[in-house]
C-alpha cells in the first residue's frame, strides 16, 4: 500500500508547551502513540509516497501509473515481472518487494 | 568546461533539495566503486578531483549526530508504530537513550531539512517516546541485547567515571565480551546526569534506567572511590586491569578573578547544583544574580527560583545569539520568571561583615570576530553600575582536574592529551575519553567521544591495525 499522508499543514512544533507548574518534576509527559506517528510522519524521509514520479518514470514495463486526478500513484501487478528497479530508486522507500504468496 | 565533451553539468538548488539522496544512490560510480579511478570517462574525472571522505553526508540529521545515530531508519519505524524495533535501531547506536530523549541539545533537530518548510521534525521527542516504551517493557530489550553480546574474550577493562564517556565505553567494551569495571568518586553512577543536571530537566528515574540495563548487561560499579585519592593510578592499572581509560570528566569551576570572592553568599555552579541534586536542605531566598550563559547557568538559575529565590538575574557578556545555552531552555528559564540580562561583565563583588551585598557590573560591546568565530567583548568605559544581590552564583564553564596524571600528559588547557590510538603519552594501555580531553561539551559528544576510545582498547587488546 502506498501512504500518502500530507505533509503540508503546520503544526507547533513538539505540540507541547511545557513548564507548567515550578517544581523539580519534570512535567511534560512524553507523547502518546497517535502523536509519535503523526509527528514521524512529518520526516521527509519517511515511508509517506509523495508521487514524485520516478519509480514511473524507470518502470521498464510501464506498470505503474499516475491517477490524472488525484495525482496519486498505482502498480498494476498485472503487468509487473518483479524486477524491483521501482523499490530501488524509490526516494522514501515507500515501495517495499514482498515475498510472492 | 571543466570536462570535455559535456555540455550540461548538474547543479544543486539547496532550497529545493529534499536530500532524497536517490543522485547518490544512483550515480554510476556510486554503484560501481571500481569504475571510479577510470581515467578516460567523464565520472573517472570527476571522482578523481573528488575528495571521498569530506563530501557531505545525507541525511543531514544522521550526519548531525555525533554518535551517527540512524535517525531516518528509526522515525520510520516510529511511523508505521513498530516501536520495538526503532528502539532496537536506536540501541545500537546509542547506550543511553533515556538521557539522550531528555537532554540531548539535538543537533538533528537544528540540521533538519523539514525546518526549512515549516518546523523540524522533533527527534529528541521520539527517543523519548522510545525510551519511554524501553522503561515499560525492560525484559523485551534486554533480551534483544544480551543475544547481541558477543561471546566474553577473557580481558579486563576498567573505566574511570561513570559519567556518559564512562558509560558508553563501558557499554560498548561489555557488549564486546569485555570485563567492565566502572569507579565513580560519587556514590551514584551518572557523572554529571546525576550530580550536574537538575531533576526537573532529566528525571532520576531515566538516568536509573540507562545505568540498570548497563549493570544488567554485567559491568560492576565501584562507587564513592576517586582516582588520586582514595586509590592511586598506577595501582589501578596493575590491579589486574588490561586496559584502563579515563574518563573523568570537567568538574573543577572555573573562578571569576574579581576581587571579593570567598565571600558568604559567593558560590559556583556544580557545588550548588551538586547540593541540590543531592537533596541536601538547601534554601535560597531573596535576589540570586547567576554569571554565565551556558546550560549550567540556566540550570542553577531554574533552581534557585524553585529554592525560593524571589528574584533571580542571569548576566552573561555576550548577546542571546552567542549564549550556549540550549535555546529551548532558556525560552523556558524565561518564562518561569528568571531575568536574563546581555552584555555585562562582573567587576567586583560587594560584601559587607563578610557577607555578599551585590556585584558591580561594566557594560559590554560587542566587536569585530576573533579567530573562535565569535565577536570578542569589550568593556564600555564609564559605564559600570552596581546590581544587589544577596547570593552570587558563578557557572563560567569548567575544567577538568587531572592532577593525578603526568605534567607530560596534560595539555596547556589542563585536558589530556592522547595520541592517534587514543592512549596517553607515557602510559600503556591508558587511554582517555569524553570532557577530561576535549573540556566541556555535550553529553552526546562525550559518548561519541567514550564509543570511539571503546574501538580503540579494543583495536588495542586484539592487536588490530589502527583505523
Known amino acids: 500500500m502506498i501512504n500518502r499522508s500530507c505533509v503540508r499543514e503546520k503544526r507547533p512544533r513538539g505540540s507541547r508547551d511545557s513548564v507548567v507548574e515550578i517544581d523539580f518534576a519534570r512535567h511534560d509527559a512524553p507523547m502518546t502513540s497517535e502523536e509519535a506517528q503523526y509527528e514521524a510522519s512529518r520526516c521527509l524521509g519517511t515511508v509517506s509516497c509523495e508521487a514524485c514520479d520516478v519509480c514511473r518514470l524507470l518502470c521498464p514495463d510501464l506498470a505503474i501509473t499516475r491517477d490524472s486526478l488525484t495525482g496519486e500513484i498505482h502498480i498494476d501487478l498485472d503487468y509487473c515481472k518483479g524486477c524491483g528497479i521501482c523499490a530501488a530508486v524509490c526516494p522514501k522507500g515507500a515501495i517495499t518487494m514482498v515475498l510472492e504468496e | 568546461m571543466a570536462v570535455e565533451g559535456r555540455t550540461h553539468k548538474p547543479v544543486v538548488d539547496r532550497d529545493l533539495c529534499q536530500s532524497c539522496s536517490v543522485c547518490l544512490r544512483e550515480c554510476p560510480a556510486e554503484l560501481f566503486p571500481e569504475l571510479r579511478p577510470d581515467e578516460d570517462t567523464t565520472r573517472g574525472y570527476v571522482y578523481s ?6 563530501r557531505e553526508v545525507f541525511p543531514p540529521c544522521f550526519a548531525a549526530c555525533p554518535l551517527g545515530q540512524q535517525v531516518r531508519d528509526y522515525v520510520r519505524l516510529l511511523e508505521v508504530g513498530n516501536v520495538k524495533e526503532a528502539l532496537l535501531v536506536i540501541r545500537q547506536d546509542n547506550p543511553l537513550p533515556g538521557v539522550c530523549g531528555y537532554i540531548c541539545h539535538h543537533p538533528c533537530e537544528e540540521a533538519c531539512i523539514r525546518g526549512s518548510w515549516d518546523d523540524p521534525v522533533s527527534i529528541r521527542e521520539l ?3 522510545a525510551a519511554q516504551y524501553e522503561m515499560d517493557h525492560r525484559g523485551l530489550i534486554m533480551e534483544t541485547l544480551i543475544q547481541r553480546k558477543e561471546p566474553a574474550r577473557g580481558k579486563k577493562v576498567v573505566i574511570v567515571g561513570a559519567g ?20 565513580d568518586a560519587l556514590a551514584q553512577p551518572g557523572g554529571m546526569l546525576a550530580g550536574g543536571i537538575p531533576s526537573f530537566r532529566l528525571p532520576r528515574s531515566v538516568v536509573d534506567h540507562d545505568v540498570g540495563i548497563i549493570r544488567s548487561l554485567g559491568v560492576r560499579f565501584l562507587p564513592s572511590v576517586r582516582i588520586g585519592q582514595d586509590v592511586s593510578l598506577r595501582q589501578v592499572m596493575k590491579d589486574d586491569a588490561d586496559a584502563v581509560v579515563l574518563a573523568t570528566g570537567a568538574w573543577i569551576d572555573l573562578t571569576l578573578d574579581v576581587p571579593g570572592e570567598g565571600a558568604k553568599g559567593y558560590l559556583n555552579c556544580l557545588d550548588f547544583l551538586d547540593a541540590v541534586n543531592s537533596a541536601q536542605n538547601v534554601k535560597l531566598s531573596g535576589r540570586v544574580l547567576v554569571v554565565g550563559g551556558g546550560n549550567a547557568a540556566i540550570d542553577t ?8 529565590a524571589e528574584q533571580v538575574i542571569v548576566v552573561y557578556r555576550r548577546s542571546r545569539e552567542e549564549m550556549p545555552a540550549n535555546h529551548e531552555e532558556v525560552e523556558a528559564a524565561i518564562k518561569e520568571g528568571v531575568e536574563v540580562q546581555y552584555l555585562l ?8 561583615n563578610g557577607g555578599v551585598t551585590g556585584l558591580e557590573l561594566v557594560r559590554i560591546e560587542l566587536a569585530d570576530f576573533d579567530e573562535a568565530g565569535r565577536r570578542r567583548p569589550v568593556l564600555i568605559e564609564g559605564s559600570e553600575y552596581i546590581e544587589e544581590a544577596d547570593v552570587i552564583i558563578t557557572a563560567l564553564g569548567q575544567r577538568p582536574g587531572v592532577s593525578f596524571l603526568d605534567v607530560k600528559a596534560i595539555s596547556e588547557h589542563g585536558t589530556i592529551t592522547r595520541n592517534a590510538s587514543g592512549m ?7 587511554f582517555a575519553a569524553g570532557d577530561a580531553v576535549s573540556g566541556p561539551s555535550t553529553v ?3 559518548m561519541a567521544s567514550g564509543k570511539l576510545v571503546a574501538q580503540q582498547v579494543m583495536d588495542y587488546l586484539e592487536g588490530m591495525p589502527r583505523r
Do not use: H
Open chain 2, 127 to 129: 527517543k523519548r517516546y
Open chain 2, 49 to 54: 578531483n573528488t575528495d571521498l571522505a569530506a
Open chain 2, 301 to 308: 538559575a531554574r533552581s534557585a527560583l524553585r529554592l525560593g
Open chain 2, 444 to 446: 552526546v559528544e562525550a
Open chain 2, 424 to 430: 596517553v603519552p607515557g602510559y600503556e594501555g591508558l
Open chain 2, 345 to 352: 561583565a562582573p567587576k567586583r563583588i560587594l560584601t559587607e
Open chain 2, 164 to 183: 556518559p564517556a564512562g558509560l558508553a565505553c563501558g557499554f560498548e567494551s561489555v557488549m564486546r565480551g569485555y570485563e567492565v569495571t566502572i569507579m
